[in-house]
Nanobody, 118 residues
Framework: QVQLVESGGGSVQTGGSLRLSCAAS????????MGWFRQVPGKERERVAR???????TYADSVKGRFTISKDNAKNTLYLQMNSLKPEDTAMYYC????????????WGQGTQVTVSS
């Protein structure tokens, strides 16, 4: 059974930092594509960052230069380092195992809340 478990969310002030973790079990992150998404109530879930099987990364324009996605395959864990946080970054953050081509995510975590206050 595949499980993705996020942690590291919390409340910070504008300009602060958080590091989200996503521990995978029943699923090997090595040579896989994975991503971080976020969602606020009443809006669609949006992809924030993606890391491909070759380690290449892509980011939403809104987080470029502030967020960094990475994987530790030895620990089967995905990370999202978030710096210079803004109130508009407030959302529930989800990690996901992705197809390395087009298609909807394979698996989702349960989410971790990030709240940024001004």
């Amino acid at each position: 059974q595949v499980q993705l478990v996020e942690s590291g969310g919390g409340s910070v002030q504008t300009g602060g930092s958080l590091r989200l973790s996503c521990a995978a079990s029943g699923y090997t992150t090595s040579k896989k594509c994975m991503g971080w998404f976020r969602q606020v109530p009443g809006k669609e879930r949006e992809r924030v960052a993606r890391i491909d099987s070759d380690g290449s990364t892509t980011y939403a324009d809104s987080v470029k230069g502030r967020f960094t996605i990475s994987k530790d395959n030895a620990k089967n864990t995905l990370y999202l380092q978030m710096n210079s946080l803004k109130p508009e970054d407030t959302a529930m953050y989800y990690c996901a195992a992705l197809w390395c081509g087009p298609g909807t995510p394979l698996y989702w975590g349960q989410g971790t809340q990030v709240t940024v206050s001004s």
